[in-house]
């Protein structure tokens, strides 16, 4: 056991001090992208990097849990006016799909089906793990999924910031729930968050995590968010899984695949910020709110970005979660044409 922990150790120390650098000089969601790139840059010295899959799930379920307890009787009459938002966001998500594809197809000469697979804004696990059943080229599934979770990672906070000229309105923070109940609903979660893998649930430990939240809030059962220092260690790990998964990445196959890659990043980001557009124009929402809820970035990294830069946590959990079930049908379908 204690082997174990040694070997995962360079990698726990590498995220929090990342994490801990990037907070401390103001980076948006600094400790996220911190953490990511101290994960990469010591995989790229030649040290061996990961977490074990319990503690990548805690993680996980420590964002679910912070993004429900966000959700109170108020939301549910939220939810009717979020409807244009949710209608544009799913459509983007075609768009982003048809548009990736028709990009990989014609241009670098990709077949139809690894370039549909690579295109798929989030759900990368989803993604790959139909890419190994043997539908596609899932090593440049593999590459061009991390390629676009890592870029996006890095790119979408400063860029939301950046372009965002609305003034939000900044809310009294609630109360700090009690460490008992918020291990109470940890150990729900995961342990949901594993019966949700099991049955092929993308992101299992983080809706489980934000279910077994909202419920508990909604229902007036639990009261207060999770504490700062707990989500801060949450982004760590999260940032240093991301982090790990580029230590798969080959020289072959940044060669083979990279201006596919930056091609399929810098395509999908212009689809979304253009949706993003359309949607401020329609509702009353914030840019940067609605931007996040539409990044197509993986839901994990995606709603730690939206937590730790102060986004409307309902809202963004919402619209990823919308997300995920769209895409689990939007990609098949793909697939088939």
Not at 2 to 31: M, V
Not at 53 to 65: C, E, Q, S
Not at 269 to 295: K, P
């Amino acid at each position: 056991m204690l082997l174990d922990l040694k070997s995962y150790l360079p990698t726990i120390l590498a995220g929090l001090a990342g994490a801990a650098l990037a907070a401390l000089a103001g980076i948006p969601a600094g400790a996220l992208i911190g953490s990511t790139l101290a994960v990469a840059g010591v995989s790229a010295l030649g040290l061996k990097v990961g977490l074990p899959n319990g503690l990548r799930d805690l993680a996980f379920a420590t964002i679910g849990v912070s993004l429900g307890s966000s959700v109170t009787e108020d939301v549910f009459g939220q939810i009717s006016t979020w409807g244009i938002s949710l209608s544009i966001l799913i459509l983007s998500l075609v768009v982003t799909v048809l548009t990736g594809r028709l990009l990989l197809t014609r241009i670098f000469g990709l077949d139809a089906q690894t370039a549909t697979l690579a295109s798929s804004p989030g759900t990368m696990s989803n993604a790959v793990a139909i890419a190994a059943e043997g539908t596609g080229d899932a090593t440049a599934v593999m590459f061009l999924q991390l390629m676009r979770l890592l870029a996006l990672v890095i790119l979408v906070p400063p860029l939301a910031v950046a372009f965002d000229t609305s003034e939000v309105a900044s809310a009294l923070s609630p109360a700090n729930m009690d460490i008992l109940v918020l291990v109470s609903l940890l150990a729900a979660a995961v342990l949901l968050g594993l019966i949700g893998s099991r049955m092929g649930l993308p992101a299992a430990s983080l809706l489980s995590g934000m279910a077994v939240s909202a419920a508990a809030h909604a229902g007036g059962l639990v009261q207060g968010a999770t504490p700062p220092w707990v989500i801060f260690i949450a982004f760590a790990l999260t940032g240093a899984v991301l982090g790990s998964r580029m230590s798969r990445v080959t020289l072959g196959q940044i060669r083979s695949y990279f201006l596919a890659g930056l091609s399929t990043v810098a395509t999908a980001l212009i689809v979304s910020l253009l949706f993003a557009l359309i949607a401020v124009e329609l509702t009353t929402l914030s840019f940067s709110q609605i931007w996040i809820a539409y990044a197509p970035g993986g839901v994990e990294a995606m709603s730690a970005i939206g937590l730790s830069l102060g986004l409307d946590p309902a809202y963004v959990a919402v619209h990823h979660l919308v997300r995920i079930f769209a895409l689990i049908l939007i990609v098949p379908v793909a697939l088939k044409l």
